[in-house]
Structure formats: structure tokens, C-alpha cells
């Protein structure tokens, strides 16, 4: 069995755990010029942290629902419900940019 084989879950799992300098690399992210400049305004607008919106988005992602929807309705400061489905796209593609194409 491979000993350096890092990345595992849990102890036990027959890897062991990352690093935290190495899990943190792993887990961060760069957002697009644009979806940050999107971002910067929301938390403008909502007197929320840029941290605080990201970590709901995130949350988001993971709940049962429509996330893309949620994340629209913020983008674009209107109602869930309202979005319409270019929107969505919209949302869609700031999320996932790298699977949409949509280069900074």
C-alpha cells in the first residue's frame, strides 16, 4: 500500500489526509473578473461580505431546490421566482465558467 497517497477523506481510509497548506490550494478558487465585480456590488448593495455571499451560494449548491435560480435571483436582483431562463444561463455560465467556455 501506497503511504503517500494523500487526499483521503479520513484517517483509515487507506490515504492519508492532505496537508493543511496543500487542502486549502485544493479547495480555493479564482472568480472571474466580471463575477467579482458582480459580487462587489451585491455586497455592496445587501451590506453583506463578499465571503458571506460566496459561502451561501456554496451552500446553495448543495441544498435540494434550484440553486442556479437562487444564484440569478441575486445576480440580478430579482425575485427566484422571476428569473427567466436566460438568466439562469447566465448564472449558470458565471458559475461553471470553465465547462461554458467563458474566458476572462
Known amino acids: 500500500m501506497n503511504t503517500n497517497n494523500h487526499g483521503g477523506p479520513r484517517e483509515g481510509a487507506g490515504r492519508t489526509p492532505l496537508p493543511p497548506e496543500e487542502r486549502k490550494r485544493r479547495m480555493s478558487f479564482t472568480l472571474a473578473p466580471d463575477v467579482a465585480?458582480?459580487?462587489?456590488?451585491?455586497?455592496?448593495?445587501?451590506?453583506?461580505?463578499?465571503?458571506?455571499?460566496v459561502e451561501q451560494a456554496v451552500r446553495g449548491y448543495f441544498s435540494?431546490?434550484?440553486?442556479?435560480r437562487e444564484v440569478a435571483a441575486q445576480m440580478f436582483g430579482v425575485p427566484a421566482a422571476d428569473v427567466t431562463a436566460?438568466?439562469?444561463?447566465?448564472?449558470?455560465?458565471?458559475?461553471f465558467p470553465d465547462r461554458y467556455g467563458v474566458r476572462p
Do not use: C, F, N, V
Open 64 to 68: 435540494p431546490g434550484d440553486p442556479l
Open 37 to 53: 465585480d458582480r459580487l462587489t456590488t451585491l455586497a455592496e448593495k445587501t451590506g453583506r461580505t463578499q465571503t458571506e455571499l
Open 86 to 95: 436566460e438568466q439562469r444561463r447566465a448564472a449558470k455560465a458565471a458559475t
